[in-house]
């Protein structure tokens, strides 16, 4: 797979500061990749290179095989982005402001499309003031979309969200993924949240990416897998269809349920497979035990 974006050996310097000390990694075509790390670890940084908003003190960079700090306007149209602290004109309306960004892009932009996509359809005439801070993190997404990436770089979407509008944002970037086809890079502190979204990661710790890969491969070499406990009236059963699957790695059979650990990367397969016994009445419920995103981040990542 073509490598959407391409570092190797990124070097950012503030003054004393070493934001990027080295950062080398790729994200492949047609991912969703999550940039995990701590607080000033590097995220911003990395995605304002990426963008062309920021000059790297060494290193290489392409996106989309271009060098973004002599290509900015052409990757800035082909690039969509969330910023970090965003600020939009509060006293425009909302379909009023995709228009006229459109317009400044220079791109057709199907504003009733990013309309629906973002779930603002109802707020297009409404006032940016008027919306709470869910709904600018949709319009935030919404411009992002307005010229139809073929790259979305998002930094911390889920940003000063409640736990509501956290999952509804995350939904929303897995559903635009799959009607858009876009790549997808996501900076983020907090891990869990991200499991559901991200095939991909990149795990950077003080400007260094300690570890990136999708995630079957980071599990396979972190060795960490997905366990299930998988409710059942006859787990024998259960467990016996289950053990002959070769993605899962044990099946352990306790009084009316199953332990059933995956490989890494798996999870989908184990999903599909589960459903299939819960239609055929053998599974009543399962639950995700262990969270191989947060797992695989507190091995990759030193505490
Ligand atoms: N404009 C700046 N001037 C000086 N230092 C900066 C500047 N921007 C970032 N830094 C420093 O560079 C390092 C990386 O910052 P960056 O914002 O990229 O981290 P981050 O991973 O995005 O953090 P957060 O999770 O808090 O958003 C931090 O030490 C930060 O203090
Ligand atoms: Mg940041």
Not at 74 to 86: K, M, S
Not at 157 to 179: F, K, N, Q, S, Y
Not at 188 to 202: F, R
Not at 274 to 297: F, I, N, P
């Amino acid at each position: 797979m073509p490598a959407v974006i391409a570092a190797r050996g990124l070097v950012k310097r503030y003054g004393r500061v070493e934001a990027l000390r080295n950062a080398t990694f790729e994200v492949p075509e047609g991912v969703v990749a999550g940039l995990l790390g701590p607080n000033g670890s590097g995220k911003t940084t990395t995605i304002k290179i990426l963008l062309g908003l920021l000059r790297r003190d060494g290193g290489e960079v392409e996106v989309l095989g271009l060098d973004p700090w002599a290509h900015e306007a052409e990757v800035r149209r082909r690039v969509g982005a969330l910023h970090e602290n965003p600020a939009y004109p509060l006293g425009e309306r909302v379909r009023s402001l995709l228009s006229h960004l459109a317009r400044v892009k220079g791109c057709r932009g199907d504003v009733d499309r990013v309309l629906r996509l973002t779930g603002l359809s109802e707020y297009a005439e409404a006032r940016v003031r008027a919306l709470s801070r869910g709904y600018l993190q949709r319009l935030g997404l919404a411009i992002a979309l307005l010229c139809e990436p073929e790259l979305l770089l998002l930094d911390e979407p889920t940003a000063h969200l409640d736990p509501g509008a956290r999952l509804e944002i995350l939904r929303l970037i897995r559903t635009l993924r799959e009607e858009l086809g876009a790549t997808v890079l996501i900076s983020s502190h907090i891990i869990p949240e991200l499991q559901e979204v991200c095939d991909y990661a990149i795990f950077i710790q003080s400007g260094v990416v300690v570890d990136h890969g999708s995630m079957e491969e980071l599990a396979r070499r972190h060795g960490v897998s997905a366990s299930y406990r998988v409710e059942a009236r006859r787990p024998r059963l259960v467990a016996s269809r289950l053990v002959a699957e070769e993605f899962v790695e044990a099946v352990e059979v306790l009084d009316d349920y199953v332990v059933v650990r995956v490989k890494g990367g798996a999870h989908a397969q184990a999903e599909a497979l589960l459903s299939r016994l819960a239609a055929e009445g053998l599974v009543e419920g399962y639950e995700l035990r262990t969270a191989s995103l947060a797992e695989l981040y507190a091995r990759v990542v030193a505490g």
